[in-house]
């Protein structure tokens, strides 16, 4: 019997080719779509699982809070926090801390030098908690001491033009001296699912040795200091510990190291809170100061898995659509079938064999075309994805689940209307559309559109929200700026003679409108902060708020188009501005002044320092949108290195040849730092990588499945969509011819 099903099936599947293919191939198009997204949400729900203990660990995060608002959240926190939590908390079986380090490094050997960013600091527990994988060197001896480095796989052959270095040494260049690191181990790169970015790692212990040689701080603060929060800080906690109880520990914790001594030492009016994130959590579901990274969005990924399935369930309805407008042509097979013995169980079965056989050549057809269309997937997202998804088992078994039930959902009603019909109603030609099934249909095309328009609607959004983040005034010029990572090599006592040649060089260049010196440029987080407070004239104490830092010369404002709110900007002529400080407009109203114009002259404390305020910038956006105008005191550097921004003219000039002729000024003047640059437009838009993301995969999927829609329709006549053909004379010769039959049919039906 089946065998006969099969043949049929066969059999129709050639009788109409083309319906037959449009059934495939919408069908294939749905399913693969449906996979790329989902093979696209797996690698983002995929984040930091590979590490054998992911369950166990989680990060640490501060938060502070000012005048009882919450003031800021941060991934890092105080270096004090690892040991003593793993002292006083039975909870924490281990606990490690890193801290980014930004270097220079070079093989002197051959003279190959490279500007680092991807590294950290990193306690020796570090390699054991996160299972790094080491191809050369003793995990229990590689990170312990000062001086040693542990690099990546990639990071050596970018050396050493090998992997086999284990105790060969670098040289890091600061504005110091010359230090070298020796080689303790290497390891296997880094897997890129993880909310680090892993180059290299140096011994925790050479921050400490550097801190008290630079600066000669003997208080041992990479381990006791209660108010450095550069530190991410991860826990491993024992695997029967109850999280809800751990989490009570807290404020009690925090009070006695934080909280209760800063109020004892008096004037704050800060009081901090910590909690823990899983390490799985951290690259979806934390966007707070800091972060190691440009997380994802959690909630993006949940709207693309659902419309994973919401663009599969309008395959399926689009194959009961054109299903259920063949039934008038199918209505005679099946009343003639029905004369001749055939039961309505019967009929079922044929017609799911059919949904099943179109189902599965589409299922088939679909997985090369998730092959073929993945590397385009990569190229438009920007990262490499891989079909991961096909070595899974537990995908797999989901996969047939999903396959199964749709072939039941998209062939049971359709089976059910065909082998529904009257044999004797059909013969006749006098085959009727019912009420119920012109709702059905309608409801489901009506469903098929609505739901088009839905995805359209929401891609229009998304694109028009993404838009308006970049496009909008931010407060700040950032268009047409090349910026140049700072020289890190250069004395302080040589730098004027360094710089002031190299801005000369520069400001003869054709096209190049400035250029100014800074510690950060817009899109960069700022890791300077210090408690600030209003020194009052009435001698009344005045509340310490945690103000960002920035420092920058005299031509910071003007390039980047910043408007004063009141009093002037700094001045190489006023040797007192060394002495001053520039507010923005949301931190002169969190120190407390009335207006802009109150705040002039007026002067405040920052650490150690007595400074006065000789103006109050308009507020700008310093990061995205999507955070707060953070409260920023600008400092008189004249000497600010972390970054140069060039500015460039708007139209005209050879943008290839103004780099080269910067690169050639920067190798004259700075040969012992490697040129490095970026655009800030587009550095700045990192931030806005994850709605970027979603926006390009959401509008990507929602325009296919859009534009194939009609595609599907174009093969269905509206006459057999929405209501029964007028009785041609064929159907009359039709009717006679089954005569004959009427007898057994009146039986049958």
């Known amino acids: 019997?089946?065998?006969?099903?099969?043949?049929?099936?066969?059999?129709q599947a050639f009788k109409r080719k083309g319906y037959s293919l449009l059934n495939i191939f919408g069908l294939a198009i749905g399913i693969t779509s449906c996979l790329l997204i989902l093979q696209y949400v797996a690698q983002e729900w995929s984040y930091d699982n590979f590490h054998p203990k992911a369950d166990n660990i989680y990060r640490l995060r501060l938060d502070s809070y000012q005048n009882g608002k919450l003031a800021w959240q941060?991934?890092?926190?105080?270096?004090a926090f690892a040991p003593t939590m793993k002292a006083e908390l039975a909870e924490v079986v281990n606990a490690c801390r890193l801290h980014d380090v930004e270097m220079v490094i070079t093989n002197p050997e051959n003279n190959v030098k490279f500007s680092e960013r991807k590294g950290y600091y990193a306690d020796p527990p570090f390699l054991q908690m996160f299972g790094l994988k080491l191809l050369s060197g003793d995990p229990s001896t590689a990170l312990d001491g000062p001086d040693k480095i542990l690099l990546s796989e990639s990071m050596a052959r970018k050396y050493f033009g090998r992997a086999d270095v284990l105790g060969?040494?670098?040289?890091?260049k600061d504005s110091d001296q010359f230090r070298t690191y020796q080689v303790s181990g290497v390891f296997e790169d880094y897997p890129a699912n993880s909310h680090l970015i892993l180059d290299y790692l140096v011994s925790y212990r050479t921050l400490g040795n550097h801190i008290q040689q630079a600066w000669g701080d003997t208080t041992n603060a990479t381990e006791t200091n209660w108010g450095w929060y550069d530190f991410y800080t991860y826990l491993e906690l024992h695997p029967d510990a109850d999280v809800?109880?751990?989490?009570?520990k807290f404020p009690a914790f925090v009070d006695k190291h934080i909280n209760i001594p800063r109020q004892e030492r008096g004037g704050s009016n800060t009081v901090n809170a910590i909690d823990i994130i899983p390490l799985a959590d951290i690259h979806l579901h934390s966007n707070v100061n800091q972060e190691a990274e440009v997380n994802g969005s959690g909630w993006a990924v949940s709207v693309l898995f659902l419309s994973a399935f919401f663009i599969l369930i309008i395959a399926w309805v689009n194959y009961i659509n054109l299903a259920t407008a063949r039934a008038l042509e199918r209505a005679r097979e099946v009343g003639l079938r029905k004369v001749l013995g055939a039961g309505r169980r019967q009929l079922i079965g044929q017609f799911l064999l059919e949904s099943f056989m179109l189902n599965l050549t589409a299922f088939i057809l679909a997985l090369g075309l998730v092959q073929a269309a993945l590397p385009l997937f990569s190229s438009m997202l920007g990262r490499q994805?891989?079909?991961?998804?096909?070595?899974n088992a537990q995908f797999w078994l989901f996969a047939i689940g999903v396959f199964m039930g749709g072939t039941l959902l998209a062939g049971l009603y359709p089976a059910f209307i065909l082998s529904g019909f009257r044999p004797l109603t059909v013969l006749r030609g006098?085959?009727?559309n019912t009420a119920e099934g012109m709702v059905m249909r309608k409801g489901l095309i009506v469903f098929q559109f609505t739901a088009s328009i839905a995805l359209i609607v929401g891609t229009v959004v998304v694109f028009q929200q993404v838009q308006y983040m970049r496009q909008q005034n931010i407060g700040v010029d950032i268009r047409q700026t090349l910026v140049l990572e700072g020289p890190s090599t250069v004395q302080d006592s040589l730098y004027d003679s360094q710089f002031e040649p190299f801005r000369n060089d520069i400001l003869k260049l054709p096209g190049v409108r400035s250029i100014t010196g800074s510690a950060y440029v817009p899109g960069d987080e700022i890791y300077w902060t210090a408690g600030v407070r209003w020194m009052r004239r009435d001698g009344e104490e005045a509340a310490s708020s945690t103000i960002y830092t920035q420092g920058i010369d005299t031509d910071f404002l003007n390039a980047y188009g910043l408007s004063l709110a009141a009093g002037r900007n700094f001045s190489r002529d006023r040797g007192e501005d060394e002495r001053g400080c520039l507010l923005n407009e949301t931190a002169a109203s969190l120190l407390g002044f009335p207006s802009p114009e109150a705040a002039l002259g007026e002067r405040v404390r920052r650490g150690n320092d007595t400074l006065s305020i000789v103006g109050v910038t308009k507020d700008f956006h310093h990061l995205g949108l999507q955070k707060p105008?953070?409260?920023?005191?600008?400092?008189?550097?004249?000497?600010?290195?972390?970054y140069y921004s060039v500015k460039i003219e708007?139209?005209?000039?050879?943008l290839p040849a103004t780099i080269a002729a910067v690169q050639k000024s920067w190798n004259t003047h700075f040969p012992d730092d490697p040129f490095s640059h970026f655009f800030l437009n587009d550095f700045f838009d990192r931030q806005y990588e994850a709605d970027l993301l979603f926006g390009k995969v959401f509008g990507f999927f929602a325009v296919l499945v859009s534009w194939w829609q009609p595609w599907y329709f174009s093969g269905c006549r509206p006459t057999t969509l929405f209501s029964a053909p007028r009785r041609s004379a064929s159907a009359k010769s039709s009717a006679l011819r089954y005569r004959a039959l009427s007898g057994c049919c009146r039986r049958i039906s």
């Not at 809800?244 to 009570?248: E, P």
């Not at 708007?650 to 050879?654: K, R």
């Open 1 to 11: 019997m089946w065998k006969n099903y099969l043949k049929m099936a066969w059999r």
């Open 74 to 79: 941060s991934a890092t926190v105080f270096p």
């Open 168 to 172: 060969r040494n670098l040289v890091v």
């Open 244 to 248: 809800r109880q751990f989490r009570k």
């Open 385 to 391: 994805l891989s079909f991961s998804l096909a070595n």
């Open 430 to 432: 006098q085959l009727k």
């Open 629 to 642: 105008i953070e409260p920023i005191i600008f400092l008189y550097r004249p000497d600010a290195r972390g």
């Open 650 to 654: 708007q139209a005209g000039g050879n």
